[in-house]
């Protein structure tokens, strides 16, 4: 029989005695065991801390991210391995492939906001303060990574999924991890975890791999850890309690289950195309993952002159639905997890049974091929009727964590989202609707409640992921019942490893702190212009300040029809009596035109190598005939670029602080260009 190990400390380890045996889903046979006695916690968290965090926090976002990129390349060259053991969980090809895939997209996905961050192990978050007239005192906010682990906690459901989706947070972010799976299916996540190991891309320490019980693991975290749970609310809110998780105010951030609604919009009549995609989603949240997702639909509200309409369609969807041994090509629906999962799944419809009534499926049989249904996990789609859902509570707080949805009438618009909100709190909602107004109260109505809407119509079906998939981009959690927090959502995430930290001083203290030119802070002025220099031949705070050039009405005559911009404020003829100006006023654009003039050096090649576009551009004053403008033109930030092909030019992004500023000495106009620059030839 197989063991399944653990990884700590380096090493692959297994648990002491016999552990907890484990068993193929579709077959029910046991075949593996595993356990964690005899592993020491405190010292599994201290290597870590000690080990892993100092290595991570070396690294720049972009090494991390490259990092995060490399992971997620050598992984894809085993998907045939990972599949073949994603079997023995009960699911079928195309739920392995949101398990595996989706999850090593996610690794692509935060690989990719390397670009949006700078090439440091830190970054600022926000804008300046000025807090001071002089500007010679000001304030930023720097976030710079937590010097504990991220200790993830997930569910049995998507156990690559579950676990690639948050390491590549807190990787990108700059801090280890712990990952504690499901024990039921932690075996697939051992075989990810083994190959990620045999890659030696991640610095040692960065990832530690805990396949059964977690023991005292949080008896031991600390302030710097970050602690993360998947699973239902009741197990969250006992660990959330823990004594050391109050007493150290660790982060903690819950994704509980919830009981997720779908609305059909009262609009929505039969023959019309968003008649067929509820359906469709109705059916495909039903049965995908046979239902054992965190944000599977598990409350459908419908207007209650259409609700034997739905009830019929959805007859007719689910019978389709062919159930049996996922490696089976025809099999669209594999088993539940394991005999526990069915179980429990049984016992909560016996309990929605109470105030429910069973109008497709059954409790006590279901027809599947190539597989033993008593062995196996299987269990039949489950579609209830409920026709009282305001005087029946049990329907909005239990849940049957599988293939079990209950249907639900409404009479108006504002039912369907007092409906929803009953729920207290969930991860996802959908209303399916072609009209804008119903939506957009629906969205507002419900939004409070919820942690994502999705907007479903004819318009985005062939691009939408549907109702069920959360995307790394977007926030992934819910109030209330789903856990009050939030995962993923791009940049967003990566803050929540990291500590934000306000920090005051001088312009130019602050400027060498974030390696960010600060505006006021000390220009470093040579004879060589900045054009002129290669990328690591630049610093940040390199300033060049400009002849000063007069601004006449010929000029601005002249933008006007060159550009065909002939606003009134741009004509000498203009009555300005009750405008804002006094008289002819420069176009803004015509400014940033000779802005570039000033600063360009255009005699010769240089390493500049293309205008990559204008940031954060604002006109500041009005500028007459007769004024002078010059530039002060400073190197702000530096981003260096990997090649993406060796034939590729070796390269950087490079931002500079564009100030306009007048023959007074005030700003007119502030900008931040961005160019790409090359490095020296070797």
Same mark, same amino acid.
Request: a negative charge; proline letters at 4%.
């Given at each position: 029989?197989?063991?399944?190990?653990?990884?700590?400390? *380096?090493?692959?380890?297994?648990?002491?005695?016999?552990?907890?045996?484990?068993?193929?889903?579709?077959?029910?046979?046991?075949?593996?065991?595993?356990?964690?006695?005899?592993?020491?916690?405190?010292?599994?968290?201290?290597?870590?801390?000690?080990?892993?965090? +100092?290595?991570?926090?070396?690294?720049?976002?972009?090494?991390?991210?490259?990092?995060?990129?490399?992971? %997620?390349?050598?992984?894809?060259?085993?998907?045939?391995?990972?599949?073949?053991?994603?079997?023995?969980?009960?699911?079928?090809?195309?739920?392995?492939?949101?398990?595996?895939?989706?999850?090593?997209?996610?690794?692509?996905?935060?690989?990719?906001?390397?670009?949006?961050? &700078?090439?440091?192990?830190?970054?600022?978050?926000?804008?300046?303060?000025?807090?001071?007239?002089?500007?010679?005192? @000001?304030?930023?906010?720097?976030?710079?990574? /937590?010097?504990?682990?991220?200790?993830?906690?997930?569910?049995?459901?998507?156990?690559?999924?579950?676990?690639? $989706?948050?390491?590549?947070?807190?990787?990108?972010?700059?801090?280890?991890?712990?990952?504690?799976?499901? =024990?039921?299916?932690?075996?697939?996540?051992?075989?990810?975890?083994?190959?990620?190991?045999?890659?030696?891309?991640?610095?040692?320490?960065?990832?530690?791999?805990?396949?059964?019980?977690?023991?005292?693991?949080?008896?031991?975290?600390?302030?710097?850890?970050?602690?993360?749970?998947?699973?239902?609310?009741?197990?969250?809110?006992?660990?959330?309690?823990?004594?050391?998780?109050?007493?150290?105010?660790?982060?903690?951030?819950?994704?509980?289950?919830?009981?997720?609604?779908?609305?059909?919009?009262?609009?929505?009549?039969?023959?019309?195309?968003?008649?067929?995609?509820?359906?469709?989603?109705?059916?495909?949240?039903?049965?995908?993952?046979? *239902?054992?997702?965190?944000?599977?639909?598990?409350? @459908?509200?419908?207007? $209650?002159? /259409?609700?034997?309409?739905?009830?019929?369609?959805?007859?007719? #969807?689910?019978?389709?639905?062919?159930?049996?041994?996922?490696?089976?090509?025809?099999?669209?629906?594999?088993?539940?997890?394991?005999?526990?999962?069915?179980?429990?799944?049984?016992?909560?419809?016996?309990?929605?049974?109470?105030?429910?009534?069973?109008?497709?499926?059954?409790?006590?049989?279901?027809?599947?091929?190539?597989?033993?249904?008593?062995?196996?996990?299987?269990?039949?789609?489950?579609?209830?009727?409920?026709?009282?859902?305001?005087?029946?509570?049990? !329907?909005?707080?239990?849940?049957?964590?599988?293939?079990?949805?209950?249907?639900? &009438?409404?009479?108006?618009?504002?039912?369907? @989202?007092?409906?929803?909100?009953?729920?207290?709190?969930?991860?996802?909602?959908?209303?399916?609707?072609?009209?804008?107004?119903?939506?957009?109260?629906?969205?507002?109505?419900?939004?409070?409640?919820?942690?994502?809407?999705?907007?479903?119509?004819?318009?985005?079906?062939?691009?939408?992921?549907?109702?069920?998939?959360?995307?790394?981009?977007?926030?992934?959690?819910?109030?209330?019942?789903?856990?009050?927090?939030?995962?993923?959502?791009?940049?967003?995430?990566?803050?929540?490893?990291?500590?934000?930290?306000?920090?005051?001083?001088?312009?130019?203290?602050?400027? %060498?702190?974030?390696?960010?030119?600060?505006?006021? #802070?000390?220009?470093?002025?040579?004879?060589?212009? +900045?054009?002129?220099?290669?990328?690591?031949?630049?610093? !940040?705070?390199?300033?060049?300040?400009?002849?000063?050039?007069?601004?006449?009405?010929?000029?601005?005559?002249?933008?006007?029809?060159?550009?065909?911009?002939?606003?009134?404020?741009?004509?000498?003829? =203009?009555?300005?009596?009750?405008?804002?100006?006094?008289?002819?006023?420069?176009?803004?654009?015509?400014?940033?035109?000779?802005?570039?003039?000033?600063?360009?050096?255009?005699?010769?090649?240089?390493?500049?190598?293309?205008?990559?576009?204008?940031?954060?551009?604002?006109?500041?004053?009005? !500028?007459?005939?007769?004024?002078?403008?010059?530039?002060?033109?400073?190197?702000?930030?530096?981003?260096?670029? $990997?090649?993406?092909?060796?034939?590729?030019?070796?390269?950087?992004?490079?931002?500079?602080?564009? $100030?306009?500023?007048?023959?007074?000495?005030?700003?007119?106009?502030?900008?931040? @260009?961005?160019?790409?620059?090359?490095?020296?030839?070797?």
């Amino acid at each position: 029989m197989y063991t399944v190990e653990n990884y700590v400390l *380096g090493k692959w380890t297994p648990g002491e005695g016999e552990g907890q045996l484990l068993y193929d889903a579709v077959t029910g046979e046991s075949f593996a065991r595993a356990g964690t006695k005899g592993i020491d916690f405190a010292r599994v968290l201290h290597f870590a801390h000690h080990t892993g965090n +100092p290595a991570l926090r070396k690294m720049s976002f972009h090494e991390r991210g490259l990092m995060l990129r490399s992971l %997620a390349v050598y992984l894809r060259e085993h998907l045939d391995e990972f599949y073949r053991v994603s079997y023995q969980t009960g699911a079928t090809r195309a739920d392995s492939w949101v398990d595996i895939e989706g999850g090593i997209g996610n690794l692509f996905s935060y690989a990719s906001l390397r670009r949006k961050l &700078p090439d440091t192990a830190f970054c600022l978050d926000g804008e300046l303060h000025s807090l001071g007239k002089a500007n010679t005192f @000001i304030g930023h906010h720097l976030l710079v990574p /937590k010097e504990g682990a991220a200790v993830h906690i997930n569910a049995f459901n998507f156990p690559v999924w579950g676990m690639l $989706e948050k390491i590549a947070v807190n990787l990108l972010a700059g801090i280890p991890a712990i990952v504690k799976p499901a =024990t039921v299916t932690c075996y697939l996540t051992e075989a990810v975890v083994r190959k990620i190991i045999a890659s030696g891309i991640l610095p040692e320490g960065a990832l530690q791999l805990i396949c059964g019980s977690a023991g005292d693991l949080l008896d031991h975290v600390g302030s710097q850890d970050v602690v993360t749970f998947t699973g239902s609310a009741a197990t969250g809110q006992l660990l959330k309690s823990g004594k050391r998780i109050l007493s150290e105010n660790v982060p903690f951030n819950m994704e509980a289950d919830s009981l997720n609604g779908i609305v059909l919009g009262a609009d929505v009549n039969p023959g019309m195309p968003e008649w067929d995609l509820f359906i469709k989603e109705v059916r495909k949240e039903m049965t995908t993952k046979s *239902g054992q997702r965190c944000t599977a639909v598990r409350r @459908i509200f419908v207007p $209650e002159n /259409k609700l034997e309409a739905v009830q019929t369609a959805l007859q007719k #969807a689910l019978a389709q639905t062919v159930i049996g041994n996922p490696l089976q090509e025809k099999v669209r629906m594999g088993s539940l997890a394991g005999e526990t999962q069915r179980k429990e799944v049984k016992e909560q419809v016996h309990r929605l049974l109470e105030t429910s009534s069973l109008v497709y499926g059954s409790l006590d049989e279901v027809a599947v091929i190539d597989a033993d249904s008593v062995k196996g996990a299987f269990i039949s789609p489950l579609l209830l009727l409920n026709e009282n859902p305001f005087g029946s509570t049990g !329907v909005h707080e239990i849940e049957a964590f599988g293939p079990v949805a209950t249907l639900m &009438p409404y009479r108006h618009s504002e039912e369907a @989202i007092a409906l929803s909100k009953m729920g207290k709190g969930s991860l996802v909602s959908t209303i399916v609707t072609a009209d804008p107004q119903i939506a957009r109260n629906y969205v507002l109505g419900a939004g409070p409640w919820h942690g994502r809407i999705l907007v479903l119509n004819e318009q985005c079906a062939k691009e939408s992921t549907g109702h069920g998939a959360p995307l790394p981009l977007l926030v992934h959690g819910g109030p209330g019942r789903a856990g009050g927090g939030e995962e993923m959502g791009g940049l967003r995430g990566i803050k929540h490893y990291m500590q934000r930290l306000a920090v005051q001083g001088s312009p130019d203290m602050i400027t %060498a702190i974030s390696q960010v030119y600060q505006q006021g #802070a000390t220009g470093n002025t040579d004879t060589i212009h +900045p054009f002129k220099k290669y990328f690591e031949e630049l610093a !940040v705070g390199d300033q060049l300040i400009t002849a000063k050039r007069p601004i006449t009405a010929e000029d601005i005559n002249q933008f006007a029809d060159l550009s065909g911009d002939h606003f009134y404020a741009h004509l000498q003829n =203009t009555d300005f009596s009750g405008t804002m100006f006094e008289r002819q006023v420069a176009h803004g654009y015509l400014l940033m035109s000779i802005a570039a003039g000033l600063f360009v050096d255009s005699y010769e090649k240089n390493p500049v190598l293309l205008n990559y576009g204008i940031d954060e551009l604002r006109f500041t004053k009005p !500028v007459y005939p007769g004024a002078e403008m010059y530039i002060r033109f400073t190197c702000k930030e530096k981003i260096r670029q $990997e090649k993406k092909e060796p034939t590729d030019i070796d390269k950087g992004i490079v931002k500079w602080l564009v $100030e306009m500023l007048d023959d007074t000495d005030e700003l007119i106009g502030i900008a931040t @260009i961005l160019t790409m620059v090359a490095k020296k030839p070797l």
